[in-house]
């Protein structure tokens, strides 16, 4: 082989590596495949499971979809021709990351997945119960830190976000370095729902995010020195279905005694399901729906085949409007859901409604 046909032999295979490393752009316009620079003042961030679901996103509001679901080259490719980014879902077991050598390998592993997937950056949703002052805890902080940088460095202009509880009070035992974690990412996600994971009173139904409590958590957040514009509020657009063990004469629902991280009772003794399904089931009920003062929430009552009484705590643009206006009167960075797929978007005319409802509210009312 002579020494040009080599030289020639050594640049095309490199070029094939350089490309392949990099991924084929699957968009029909080359330039979609470009990451997402720009920075949006207000943020409205979709969680999507996966499906196709998300054709029927309301695309004039999206700045970020995280992609929980199965790699969509068509959801990347659409949602950049809109101007939002796409972001991986990160998610590690934290003992593993307490050694660097892991920890630094996993960061590796996204990024490149990042870049092949030409994605705008990961969405850190890491729930587990971590110990104040443990090596998990300070191996926490160093990966939301260590991920912020690799992302920066070498996707710029990508996001890095990181979930959090919807109080900083170690909800869920999950007692974390809040003020170091927002300082070191770009946005905190405030999951401001599954508010009855630990019960410590009674055993009874209550509303996934009750008004009071949920804006107190953000005062609570801001109150550790947290700038308000690196955080999210996150809705929810599901509920729960409790079965009634007991149902008194004042409609309360009593529920089954399911213990979680310290608590003896929690909403795992119900049943989530999506605004879809809540929808169609209170046109059964026998209670027609019903609103809590107090909580600031929406309920009903019905029974199923065996004659068992449930009721359903959930949200809807009532719930939600006085939420996200606190997003704008707090000063937040945006607002977002758990999740975008969960509405219905068959395009009959009721359901139509309510979904274009259920979008709308999020700009506040």
């Known amino acids: 082989m002579s020494r040009f046909v080599w030289w020639l032999f050594v640049l095309l295979s490199s070029?094939?590596?350089?490309?392949?490393?990099?991924?084929?752009?699957?968009?029909?316009?080359?330039?979609?495949?470009?990451?997402?620079?720009?920075?949006?003042?207000?943020?409205?961030?979709?969680f999507d499971v996966g499906g196709k679901e998300w054709k029927s996103y309301n695309w004039s509001m999206v700045t970020t979809v995280a992609t929980f679901g199965r790699y969509d080259p068509e959801l990347m490719c659409f949602a950049h021709a809109n101007g939002a980014r796409v972001v991986l879902k990160g998610d590690v077991p934290v003992r593993y990351i307490v050694d660097q050598n892991n920890r630094t390998a996993w960061i590796t592993e996204k990024v490149n997945l990042a870049k092949s997937q030409f994605m705008d950056g990961i969405n850190l949703d890491i729930e587990q119960p971590v110990v104040e002052g443990s090596p998990e805890y300070t191996a926490l902080t160093n990966l939301v830190k260590e991920t912020t940088e690799a992302f920066h460095r070498e996707i710029p202009g990508s996001q890095v976000s990181f979930d959090v509880p919807w109080s900083p009070k170690c909800i869920d035992m999950r007692c974390y370095d809040y003020v170091t974690i927002a300082e070191s990412c770009d946005l905190l996600f405030v999951m401001s729902y599954d508010e009855q994971s630990q019960i410590f009173g009674d055993c009874i139904a209550k509303a996934n995010a009750p008004l009071s409590q949920t804006l107190a958590g953000y005062d609570q957040y801001v109150s550790l020195g947290i700038d308000p514009k690196k955080l999210l509020m996150g809705v929810p657009w599901y509920g729960y279905d409790?079965?009634?063990?007991?149902?008194?004469?004042?409609?309360?629902?009593?529920?089954?005694?399911?213990?979680?991280?310290?608590?003896?009772?929690?909403?795992?003794?119900?049943?989530?399901?999506?605004?879809?399904?809540?929808?169609?089931?209170?046109?059964?009920?026998?209670?027609?729906?019903?609103?809590?003062?107090?909580?600031?929430?929406?309920?009903?009552?019905?029974?199923?085949?065996?004659?068992q009484i449930h009721q359903v705590w959930y949200d809807d643009p009532q719930s939600i409007c006085p939420k996200a206006s606190a997003v704008t009167a707090k000063g937040l960075r945006g607002i977002g859901m758990w999740n975008g797929n969960i509405l219905d978007y068959s395009g009959e005319a009721v359901a139509r409604q309510q979904t274009e409802m259920m979008w709308n509210v999020l700009l506040g009312c």
């Open 15 to 46: 070029t094939v590596v350089c490309l392949c490393g990099a991924g084929v752009c699957p968009c029909e316009r080359p330039e979609l495949c470009l990451q997402i620079r720009q920075t949006r003042d207000f943020e409205v961030f979709v």
């Open 242 to 307: 409790y079965l009634c063990l007991n149902f008194s004469q004042e409609g309360i629902c009593s529920i089954a005694k399911v213990p979680f991280r310290g608590a003896p009772c929690s909403d795992a003794a119900g049943k989530q399901k999506t605004y879809k399904w809540i929808m169609k089931q209170l046109n059964s009920s026998f209670s027609g729906r019903m609103w809590d003062d107090k909580c600031q929430a929406p309920f009903f009552n019905y029974k199923d085949e065996a004659g």
